[in-house]
């Protein structure tokens, strides 16, 4: 297990370093000059320079490069062109609101996918299968910020239960965890639709199997076969879906925040964009795809601990 | 078994249609500014009702039908033309370099979700439809690549590859004569899912600014538009939000049927 890990770490870092290298490329190729955007069309050329010096602009690609991904390794995300305060601390700031949003919005996905997913399995064919698979086609199709604002309309607006958006911070913790619920809600609902459908079929494939026969022959009912011995076996498959689903949750949150108005690295992106702040456009999608990285990393590692054949596979 | 099709085929052509038809004919002009009708509820004069500017709804779903229909579509496209021939291309290659380097690049793309991808573009190129299609057509290339190779796999180790093998063709041959209409069932099935996710992607992209710029009109900006108009209109932002669910559901059960249709084995393996 440990030299899997270790393959895997490796594999993780070199993804980290071409992903890296990728973004800075990407957004050194963008047109207008940073400097001059903050300056206004009216600047000085010898004003544009001093502040292109000052916010390292006129620094060799490479020699910028290694200073950002080497400072992104020590926390060091350089510092705001239009804010000239650290970067580090405002995404920190706003990770506060997505990232808790990421993980109460996955936790609320896997709570409604796994009834769901084993209900259906168990019931396969029956009314009750087809219901739970007829709600999870429409799950699917559910842009997530149209479900936001139906929720907005119903909960906040027509009974009052929770705000329309917002966020009051964590000094009151179970205020802020209201203020999440809509967003994670909204965001969970496709994520659990598609999880319950892949658990569903996953499953469906390990009933099938002799151990679950034996189960069964030994007395077990079907509900407590696929308990005992079928979750465990189907679970690789939704794992993967996990894994995935984070990364698509996070990016969601980018969406969801507009709906809500949370001020949290979408909004902060958004912001970034309009005022050309590039350092911290490239700072934040990196720190999106490392997290998406890293979650495959975990999910991978997750794989080898369900199922030990895979890691003298990889 | 053609029944499987019908409900998702008729849902998908219905939009289709609706976005054809209004090159030639729409309820309402979608980009006048009537400020006498806003905000009106659905009437005979006008089936879906009218936004804040006095527009037709339905007339703006039509048009706007066009461009998440184009967006998706194209996006497909750039998807299966780079995707296709880099996993035909791994999957003939197995085991080596190029094989370990298709894989890789996809594993680093999927790192990069659609829409951070089009973030980054909308950094550097600002946002439109095209930056659009370039960013959801971008994050579509690993999934045909995957899905290709995967198929491919298992195609080059049966008799009347190795068959072909012996005759003398090549790699590049093989692939193109014998593996590529082999995998094209699956290919058409990932790609009605793929469009119908380029659906939702596009909207979303025009929900936050990145996607059709005005007066272009675009399901997702209707959406943002009508967001402040919930608790006084919701009809203004229920008619494209249905209109997204249908189009999408239409598109999914298109895929399952022909799923069913082109691979009658895969059937029971529906999720």
């Known amino acids: 297990m440990l030299s899997y890990a270790l393959r895997r770490l490796i594999s993780l870092a070199l993804s980290l370093a071409v992903a890296s290298l990728a973004i800075f490329l990407v957004v050194e190729v963008a047109p207008g000059d940073p400097a001059g955007f903050m300056l206004g069309t009216g600047a000085?050329?010898?004003t544009v320079a001093a502040l292109r010096a000052e916010l390292g602009l006129d620094q060799p690609k490479l020699e910028r490069y290694l200073s950002w991904a080497g400072g992104m390794l020590s926390g060091d995300f350089g510092t705001s062109y239009t804010y000239r305060t650290p970067v580090a601390g405002m995404v920190a700031d706003r990770l506060w609101v997505s990232l808790p949003l990421a993980l109460y919005a996955l936790a609320l996905s896997t709570l409604l996918a796994f009834p769901a997913g084993l209900y259906a399995a168990a019931r396969r064919g029956r009314a009750g299968d087809v219901a739970v698979m007829g709600a999870t086609q429409l799950g699917i199709?559910?842009?997530?910020?149209?479900?936001?604002?139906?929720?907005?309309?119903?909960?906040s607006i027509n009974l009052g239960w929770f705000s329309a958006g917002g966020f009051p911070g964590w000094s009151d913790p179970l205020a802020a965890i209201k203020?999440?619920?809509?967003?994670?809600?909204?965001?969970?609902?496709?994520?659990?639709?598609?999880?319950?459908?892949?658990?569903?079929s996953s499953l469906i494939d390990v009933l099938g199997e002799d151990f679950i026969r034996t189960a069964r022959a030994k007395g077990l009912t079907r509900f407590q076969a696929l308990w005992r011995h079928g979750v465990r076996n189907a679970l690789i498959p939704v794992l993967t879906i996990v894994g995935l689903q984070f990364s698509f949750l996070l990016a969601?949150?980018?969406?969801?925040?507009?709906?809500?108005?949370?001020?949290?690295?979408?909004?902060l992106i958004f912001q970034a964009i309009s005022q050309r702040d590039l350092i911290v456009v490239e700072s934040v999608v990196m720190l999106l795809v490392f997290a998406v990285i890293l979650v495959t990393f975990l999910t991978d590692l997750a794989y080898a601990w369900v199922d030990p054949r895979l890691r003298r596979r990889r | 078994m053609i029944r499987r099709l019908v409900p998702g085929a008729v849902l998908s052509a219905l939009f289709v249609l609706a976005a054809l038809v209004s090159y030639v004919w729409t309820?309402?002009?979608?980009?006048?500014?009537?400020?006498?009708?806003?905000?009106?509820?659905?009437s005979p004069e006008h089936w879906l009702g009218t936004d804040h500017?006095?527009?037709?709804?339905?007339?703006?779903l039509m048009v706007g039908a066009r461009t998440s229909i184009a967006v998706a579509l194209v996006a497909v496209g750039i998807g299966m033309a780079a995707g296709v021939p880099l996993g035909l291309a791994a999957a003939a290659m197995r085991g080596t370099l190029l094989d370990e380097v298709i894989m890789r690049g996809n594993d680093l793309v999927f790192a990069f979700p659609s829409l951070v991808i089009a973030i980054l573009i909308t950094a550097i190129a600002g946002p439109g439809a095209v930056n659009a299609i370039v960013a959801i057509g971008i994050f579509n290339i690993p999934v045909f690549a995957r899905l290709t190779r995967g198929a491919a796999l298992a195609l080059w180790e049966r008799d009347f590859i190795m068959a072909a093998r012996v005759a003398g063709k090549g790699a590049p041959r093989i692939s193109a004569e014998h593996i590529l209409p082999n995998v094209t069932n699956l290919l058409i099935v990932q790609g009605?899912?793929?469009?119908?996710?380029?659906?939702?992607?596009?909207?979303?992209?025009?929900?936050?600014?990145?996607?059709?710029?005005?007066?272009?009109p675009s399901w997702g900006r209707m959406l943002a538009e009508a967001q402040t108009l919930t608790a006084i209109a919701p009809h203004v932002a229920l008619m494209p939000g249905l209109a997204i669910v249908l189009m999408v559901l239409?598109?999914?059960?298109?895929?399952?049927g022909l799923r069913d249709v082109l691979d009658p084995r895969l059937r029971d393996l529906r999720t």
């Open chain 2, 27 to 42: 309820p309402g002009d979608v980009t006048g500014v009537d400020i006498a009708s806003k905000l009106q509820p659905p």
């Open chain 1, 252 to 267: 969601g949150a980018i969406i969801i925040e507009q709906v809500f108005f949370l001020p949290g690295l979408g909004r």
């Open chain 1, 179 to 200: 203020a999440l619920t809509l967003p994670a809600f909204a965001l969970a609902l496709p994520q659990a639709a598609i999880l319950a459908r892949v658990l569903r």
């Open chain 1, 141 to 155: 199709a559910v842009p997530n910020f149209w479900f936001a604002m139906l929720l907005v309309l119903l909960f």
């Open chain 2, 250 to 256: 239409g598109l999914n059960l298109l895929g399952d």
């Open chain 2, 192 to 216: 009605t899912i793929q469009f119908s996710l380029g659906i939702l992607a596009e909207a979303a992209l025009s929900y936050v600014g990145l996607g059709a710029q005005p007066p272009v």
């Open chain 1, 44 to 46: 000085q050329p010898d």
């Open chain 2, 53 to 60: 500017l006095g527009r037709d709804l339905l007339a703006m």
